[in-house]
C-alpha cells in the first residue's frame, strides 16, 4: 500500500467515524426539530412518522402566544451569552497568565477560583437571591452575567492555564528584553497564540450561559428571562406541550449553532511556533 | 491585523457590558400588582380575566394587575425562594393545598380581606375547597382550581364485559386463577379496588390473549408527589388514611398493606406498561391515548384532551368517567393569596375582592379555568363543551378528602413518594417500604412537636 | 522584572475583584445555615443547632447511597467521554470535507440545555410514542429504558451523548496548538502512529486531558437536571444522585440546614480530587 494511498484511507475512516458520531449525538436534536413540524396527533403517532405535512402552529405558539415574549427572551439570552463569554475571556486570560508566568495566586486564589465549579447550584440560589434583591441585580441581565462568569471561571482558568504553559516562553522573554511590557507580552505574543484555545472558552462559556436553567430560573421574575427559562413555560402541570417546547428549542438552538460555526476558525493554531525556534 | 482583532475584541465587550446595563430601568407604578401564576391551561383561563379587569375596572379600582409565569420546573421552589427571601417583588402568591402550609408563615389570612358574606366572600366556593385553602382554621388563599380524580375507561370494552357472556365467563376464570377470587364484571361505577385489579387482568394481553388492549391500566409509578396523591385514593377507599387519631402516622396498617397491593399485584401481574416506574401524568394520557389501555385513574383535567378528536383521535367518543374504585377522591385546589412581604396591600385586596365574585369564577370557567364554584361548573351552557364539570362539582362535594394542610404535607408525601416508588418498582417488599416510610413520618412529627 | 510582577497582581484584580464581591457571601452563607435548624418557613428566626445537622447527613444512609451512585455515574461516564472525544479530535485533526459542518454536527447536543433535552427525552423514550423506544422494540430490546433494571444505564447514555463533544472540543483545541516539530521529529525517527500517539502526543495533551476529565467528572458527580426529569431519583432512591438528594432535602423535605451540612460535606469531599487535579494540570515551575 503507497503511502498516499494509505493516507486517503485514513481520512476517509476518519470522516465516516466523526460523520457516524455526529449524526447519532445530533439524533436527540434532529428529532426535537422534526417534532417542532408534527401536529400533535402525528407527534403521539406511532410507528414514528418520518414523513408527514409540516405544520408551523408551534412556531406561531412560540412567536404569538398570548403575553409570552419569546423575542424578548432570545435578545436576553443573546446579550447574556455574548457578554459573558468575552468578559469571561477578559477575565481569566491574564489572571491565567500572571499564574503560570509570575506564579502569583497558584496556591490560594486558583483553588479558591476553580472549587466555584463544586458547589451544587440548588442551595446556593437562595443566598444569591437574597444578594441580588439587596444589591438591585435582580431580574437583571447584568445579575445574570455576572453569575454565569462565576460559573465558568474554572473553566476559562483552567483551559488558559493548560494552553498558556505549553507556550514557548522564548518569545516572551526576547521581548521583554526588547523592552516590552507584560502586558504587550500578553497582547501581542500569548493572546495570538492561545486563539484555540479562546475559541474553545468562548464556545463552551456561550453555550453554557445560554443553556443555564436553575439560577436564570431563581433569580429572575420577568423582563430577564433566557430563552431556556422561557422555552420551559411550555411544561404544564398537565403535561408537556411537546410540539411548542421543541419549536422553542429549535429556535433556541440556532443562535448558539451560529456562534460557534463562526468562533470555529479560532481553533487553528496561531502562528506556526516552530518559526522561533 | 492582529492588532485590530484584539481591539475590536476588547471594543465588543465593552459595549456589550455597557448594553445589558440599561436593562435595570423600568420602575413600578404604586398601583401595578403581581400576581405569580404557573404555565397552562390555569394560566390561559387567568390571563384572559387580568386582561378584563384591566380593561374594564382597572380605572374605577386603580389597581393593574400583571400575572408572571414561572416555570412549572421548579416553581413551588422558586417560590418559596422568594418567600424566604421575603422579597416585595411578588404581590400575589399562588399556592395549593398540599403546600399551603409552607406559604401560609409568608402570607397574609384573607379573614379581614374579603367580605363576610354573599358576593366577593369566600361563600362563593365549594366549602371543601375552601377549607382545603385555610391553615390553622384561616383562610388563606382564594380557590381557582379544583383538583380531584376520576376512573377513565373505555366505554365500548367495559359495555361489552356487560353484555358479552363468553367475556363474562373469561372474566371470571381469570379472577379465580390469577387472584384466588370469586369475581364477576360489574359497572366500573359500583367497581371495589378488588375489581379493578381483576378488571386489568382481564384487560391484559398476556393474561387473557382475547383482550381488546395490551394492559388492564396504567399506574404512575414514578418519585414524584402527585402519584401519592392518586395511590391516596386507594388507601383512603379501602378505609385507611395518613393518620390515626391526633397526627399518628397510619401506614402500617392492614388497610394501607391493602392499597399498596392493589398497585404491586398490577404491576407483578404486568397489567400495566413496563415502563410505568418512570410515569407520570403525560406518559399515562399517553398509554391511554394510544389504546394500550382499558382505564385508569387520572386527574380530572385529562377528560378535556381524551374526548377531543384532533388531540386523541383513537379514544375520544368512548371515554366515559366513574368514581375511583373505592368512591374516595383526593382533592387539592390551587389558589392565590397575598403575599406578607407586598407593598401595595390595599391593591392586592381589591384584586382579590373581585376574584371572589361569581361573575369573575363564570369568566374563569368559560376561558377553561375549573373553578370550585357550583355557579360556574353547573352552568348548563358550559357543561355541553365541559360535560366533566357537573361531576366533578358532584364527586368533590361526595367522594373529596383532603389529606392534611399542615405545614409537613410536602415533606410526609416527598417520604411516601421515595418509599411507596421504590415498592411500586418491585425493589423493595411492600411491608417493609410502608414500615420506613410510617418510621420516618414519625420521626418528622416528633421533631416539628406533633407527637410526643 | 519587579515591574512585571506588579502587572502581574494587577492582571488577577478582576478576577479577585469578582469572587470577593459574589462568591464569599453566599460561600459563608452555606456553613451559616449548617449549623441552624433552618427550613422554609422557619428561615429569618432558625435555631443554632451546632453540628447536629451534620450528625443527621453522615448516618443517613441515603446520602451514601446517593454519594455511592454519582461516584459510579461519574467513572463511567467520564472514561467513556474521554475516550470517545479523543478518538473524535484525532479523526478531525486533519484536512476534511465540511469540516466545520461535521465540527457543529459534533457539538449539536451541547447546544440544547440539559434540562430541555430531558424533557425532550421523555418523548423520545416513551415506551409508546417515543422513537428510539420503537425501533429498539423493533429490533427485539426492551422498549421502557427508564425502568429498572435499564434505568442507570440509560441515564448514562444520556449522558454520553451529550457531553462527548464537551471533552472533544478541549482536546481538539489542544491538538490544534500542538507544535509539529516533535512529532516531524518522531516521523524521522520511524515512530508509528500509535508511538506518536502514546509518546508524543498524549504527555503535551496532558494539562487539557485532567482539565477535561475534571471539569466533566465534576459535573457529572453534580448532575441534576435530566435525572430529576426522566426519573425525579426514582424509583425510590435508584438514580438519585448527590445533587438530587440535596435539592430534595432543601427544597421537598424543607431542611435548608440539613440540605447545607450535605453540601459542606461534599465540598470537602470533592475538593480533596480537585486538589489533586489541580497539582498535576500545573506544570512543576513557572
Known sequence: MTGARRKLLTTAGAWAVAAACGVLFSFPVLNTVLTSLKTVADISSTPPKWVFAPTVEHYANVFYAAGYKFSHFLANSLLISLACSALLVVVCLPAAYSIVRFGIGRARLLPAAVSLRLLPPVTFAIPFFILYSASGLLDTRTGLVLVNLLANIPLGLLIFVSFIQELPQELEESAFLDGATAAQALRHIVFPLAYPGIGAVAILTFIWTWNEFLFALMLTINKATTVTVGASLFVTAWGVLWGDVAAAISVAVVPTLLFSFFVQRYLVRGITLGAVR | MRELKIRGFLALSVALTLLIVPAQVASQTPATIRMVYWPGPESDAMRKVVDWYNANRSAADGVKVEMVLFSREGFFDKEATVLAARSPEVDM?????????????????????VAASGEGSLQVFLPSARDSLSFQGRPYAVPMDVSNHFLYYRSDYLNRLLTDSAWQRRYSEVAQRELGKALSPKKPEDWSPDDFVAAALFFTKTINPDSPTAFGTVLQAKNLIYNVMIWDNFLYGLGGSWFRSGFQPALNTPQAQKALDVYVTIMQKKATPAGSTSYEYGEANEAFRTGKVAFMVQWSAAFHELDDKTKSPMVAGNVKLAPVPGKKTHVHALGVGISAYSNTKPAVQKWVRFLATTQAMRMYADAGGIPPVRAALANPALAKQRPEFPLIAEHVEKYGYVETTIAETVPILEILAKHLSAAWALQVAPKIALDQANGEITQLLKEKGYLK | MVQERRLGYAFLAPLTLLLLGLAVFPGLYAYYLSALDASLETFRSPRFIGLANYVRVLTDREFYGAIGFSVRYTLIVVTLELVLGLALAIALNRELRGK????????????????????????????????VSYYLRAAGFPGNLLAPPYVPYTLMTVDVVQWTPFTFLILYAGLRSIPDEPVEAAIVDGAGGWQILRFVVLPLLRPLLLTAAFLRGIDAFKTFDTIQILTAGGPGSLTTTASIYVYKTAFLTGHLGRANAAVVILLLLLSIPMSRAIRHILRSTP
Not at chain 3, 103 to 127: D, K, Q, W
Open chain 2, 93 to 113: 402568591v399562588f399556592t395549593a393545598s398540599y403546600i399551603l402550609g409552607r406559604h401560609a408563615p409568608h402570607m397574609d389570612s384573607l379573614e379581614k380581606v
Open chain 3, 100 to 131: 466545520r459542518v461535521l465540527i457543529s454536527l459534533l457539538l449539536l447536543p451541547l447546544m440544547v440545555s440539559p434540562a430541555l433535552l430531558g424533557i425532550m427525552f421523555r418523548l423520545t423514550l416513551n415506551e409508546f410514542i417515543g422513537t
